[in-house]
Every structure is written in C-alpha cells, then in structure tokens.
C-alpha cells in the first residue's frame, strides 16, 4: 500500500477545487495545471502549486495528456485526480499515467475501456443476468436486419451511439420509413462526436425516469452501493435537478437496483467510485451505462449517507479496503442538487457568457454550495457552461424542496443568465412535488419560458444591483426599495 501524499488534480473549476479541499483536510498536498483562461481562478490560488499548461481551449491544455503527465513526474506527484469530464474517462490516459509510476484516482484503464462502449458494457454484464431494454445489442451492420428487430419489440426505437453520451449520436424512430434516414444521421452524428460511428438500436422508453447508483469498489473485491439518485429533470438529455432518494423506489427495487449495480462493477473487475445509471419505468428498470468516474452530482449521495466520496477514492487508490459494509449504510434525510449553469432557459438554454457583477452565495444549515466562482471573473466561453452547483439536505423530501427554494431565493448572480429560474420553477410544479415527474419534464411542461417571467428576473437582477452600490456608498438609500427583498445582498 502506498500512501499517497500529493495530487495533481487534472481538472478546473469546481470540482478541482472540491476535490483539492478534500485533500487539505487530509494533509495531502495539491497541484493545480490551469490554462490561460483560468490564470486567476479560485481552484488556481487554492492548490499548493499551480502550473499553467497551454492556452484557453481544452485541447490545448486540459485534454493534454502527456503535458499533464511531465508536470506531475518534475513535481513528484503521487497520483492524479481527473475529476470528471476532460480525461476522466479516457482509458489511454489512465493506462499512461499508471505506466508513468503515478497512481490514477479512478478505475483501471481496461474498466474503463470495457465500460466506455456501450455494446461492449452490455456485453460485459451479461453473466449477471442485469435486466436490459429490449433491442439488438450489437452494431448494427444490416439494415434489414434491423427494421425486422424494430418491428419485434415495437416502433417506436431508439437508435443510439456506442461510444455515445449527453444525447449526441441518439434518435427517435417512429416508423419503419424513417428508420434508414435517423440511422444515418445518428452514425454521422456519432462519428463527428466520438470519431466512432456505431450504433445500436433498442426500444424507447416511453416514460423514463434517469435512476443512478453510486457504488464503490475496493482492490480486494469488496464492493457496495450508495442507494439511488434520481437525475430525471434534464435539459438536451444533461441533468438539471438531481435528488437522493428516488421518491419512487419501493425498499425492495432500490435493493434489486443496488445489487444490479454491485454485479455491474463486478463484471469488469471495477475499483474507485462508480455510477451504474439505468431507465426505470412502472417499477422495471434497465441497465444504461456505468460511468467510470465521480459524478457531478456526488454530494447529494455525500449528504445522505455522511461520506466524502473524495476521500474514499484516495482511500481505495491507496490500496485500502472498504471500512464499511453494505449492512452499515443507511439513508439519512433527503437531499437535492440543482446545477447553475450560465444559460438562458428563456432562450432554449443557451450559454450565456460575460463578467459576473455581483456573486453571493446563500447560507445556512443544510445549504452547500460547490463552486469555483468570485464576484468580478468573466465565465469563459471554451468551457461547460455549469458555473456552480447548490445541494441542500433535509430530514424529509418536502423540507429539502422548501430549503432548495428559499436557498434559490438567497443565491445572487448578477452578469449572466442563469438556470436558477428555471430550477425554482422546477422545483415548484406539481409534477416535481409529486415525484411523478419523467425525463420529458423540460418538453411537457415547459414549452412556454415566459412561464418563469424573465421581467421578474431583471427586477431582481435590479434591485440586487443597486444594493451593491449602496453597499458601496455610491447610491443614496432613498433609491432602495422600501421593504426588504431576498434580493438584497447579504451584508
């Protein structure tokens, strides 16, 4: 066993300066690679040492691998953490960083590689009888052969990327007449995404929830899940709103799904923190995918079971057994995550970018806000548009909504659209409140944006404005609303 006692975080934002107050806490020491964009970046001043490795765009800088690599070799790094999105899946990198003598915080290069591919995951859980949509699960190569499976399990179908994610490479079929020309279109969709072209087809779920078990998995084969988390209010197949537990799952399809998930990992021999993601429909549930990394919505699973999933990756990198078992694990209370992305839901979510006037976060007991944000920094535009995530926990689901709202309410961000708007709404419909609520919230019920009244919102933005500047003592107070607004900023 190696102790590991400093890490290179090849991330931004965020998460890298999550994972990096993990590794304080723990007495680790931090290294942070940045691009030119992220010169003055929180995560950047946080770490003990900052390398800058190329210009703004990702390929330039944070999708370079053998750049990553010869810093963390001159600093005498003992591992690496890659977060998630950039190289956090990408098997060839973790095979050159375990080549290089560093340890990887993450799985080995071959599970990633065996769940990187959609086909040759199910292929790979298969001897454990996991439950999987009907469909063809193999590349298809025969069109014909294809059309005569649609037609077995029933129009309409689903033609997706292998190699896919985030809805690239993915379409809805509704006949066999449109069957060859949504095929093309997914195969070219998928080669321009992941430089892989092959599809697969399966039955499309009708009304699906996105239902994710978390799970870890040591080196000596002990391996547990973390219960559920429902991702099912998503915008262009990315998650928006995220909460743990599921308000759907009885006790015994949440054990079934763990135990689904526990088999997964063990059918490609999987290490670290993992997510097993499955559709889940009128109290059947089918393997997705597993993603072989963190998630960005980690700490709602953190909030209900009292783990740093951080912690136990470096635990697990060091070659440590789980100090828990599966009997041990209990819910605790009800947790929701939203992701604040710089996008404007009024304008069919498109990212919105510039300099962040005013930036406060909101506080309290049961609020947490996972951020790499300062008021003054421009949001750039080579990036993923997620500026910030807010989680809140509570004893009961209805409480949690309650505090998320009031939390929302709190949260000035003035400079930029957000996805707060759209969140609150969200969280105020019915159809949330109810749980009966499906991965087609955002087309049901919010094909209209006027609906979350963007006037209200420049009001806000408004009077969030000029208490700044009274704050500053350059405006009069005469100028500031006669009653006490959420809006106020926070002295």
């Known amino acids: 066993m190696k102790k590991i006692n400093k890490i290179l975080v090849a991330n931004r934002g965020e998460i890298a300066l999550r994972i990096m107050k993990t590794c304080k806490r723990l007495g680790i020491g931090t290294v942070a690679v940045y691009s030119e964009a992220d010169q003055s970046a929180p995560f950047v001043k946080y770490a003990d040492q900052s390398i ?18 010869d810093v963390a070799k001159k600093l005498d790094v003992d591992a690496i953490h890659p977060g998630y999105g950039f190289l956090s899946e990408n098997a060839s990198f973790a ?14 290069g071959e599970s990633i590689e065996v769940m990187g591919d959609k086909l040759s995951a199910k292929k790979a859980v298969t001897a454990y009888n996991i439950p999987m949509v009907p469909g063809l699960n193999e590349e298809v190569t025969d069109v014909a052969k294809a059309k005569k499976v649609a037609n077995e399990i029933g129009y309409p179908i689903l033609i997706k990327a292998a190699a896919g994610g985030g809805g690239k490479g993915m379409r809805v079929v509704k006949s066999d007449a449109e069957f060859e020309n949504q095929m093309k279109r997914a195969v070219s969709e998928a080669q321009n995404a992941f430089g892989n072209g092959a599809v697969f087809i ?51 399809i949440r054990n079934e799904m ?7 990992a063990r059918s490609c021999d999987y290490y670290g923190a993992g997510t097993v993601e499955f559709i889940y429909e009128n109290d059947s549930f089918y393997f997705l995918e597993m993603n072989t990394r963190l998630q960005v919505e980690h700490p709602v699973t953190e909030l209900i079971t009292g783990l740093d999933l951080v912690e136990e990756q470096i635990k697990i990198a060091q070659g440590e057994q789980l100090h828990f078992t599966q009997k041990e694990l209990n819910i605790t209370g009800h947790a929701i995550e939203i992701r604040v992305y710089a996008e404007d839901p009024c ?25 790499a ?56 419909h019915e159809s949330f409140r109810s749980g009966n609520y499906d991965t087609r919230f955002v087309n049901l019920y919010f094909n209209d944006p006027s609906i979350i009244d963007p006037n209200k919102e420049t009001l806000e933005a408004a009077l969030a404005s000029i208490s700044l500047l009274e704050q500053k003592d350059k405006i009069n107070s005469f100028f500031l609303p006669s009653k006490s607004t959420n809006w106020t900023v926070n002295r």
């Open 52 to 69: 800058l490795i190329g210009p703004a765009p990702s390929a330039e800088s944070y999708l370079k691998q053998d750049v990553i690599i």
């Open 373 to 428: 944000l300062e008021e003054g920094m421009e949001i750039p535009i080579y990036y993923d548009p997620m500026i910030a995530k807010l989680i809140v926990h509570a004893s009961n689901r209805e409480k949690a909504i309650k505090l998320m709202l009031d939390a929302i309410d709190d949260y000035d961000i003035v400079g930029v659209k957000t996805t707060l708007p759209f969140c609150s709404y969200a969280l105020k």
């Open 95 to 108: 095979k050159k960083v375990s080549d290089a003598g560093i340890i990887f915080i993450g799985p080995s």
């Open 258 to 264: 763990g135990k689904a998930a526990c088999d997964v």
């Open 347 to 371: 304008n069919d979510f498109l990212p919105d970018i510039g300099k962040v006037e005013v930036y406060n976060r909101p506080k309290g007991e049961g609020v947490r806000v996972d951020d």
């Open 202 to 252: 399966e039955k499309y779920i009708t009304e699906p929830r996105h239902i994710e078990i978390q799970i870890l998995a040591d080196m000596h084969g002990n391996v547990v899940h973390l219960f559920e988390r429902d991702c099912s209010v998503q915008r262009r197949h990315q998650k928006v709103i995220e909460e743990a537990p599921s308000a759907v799952l009885s006790d015994k």
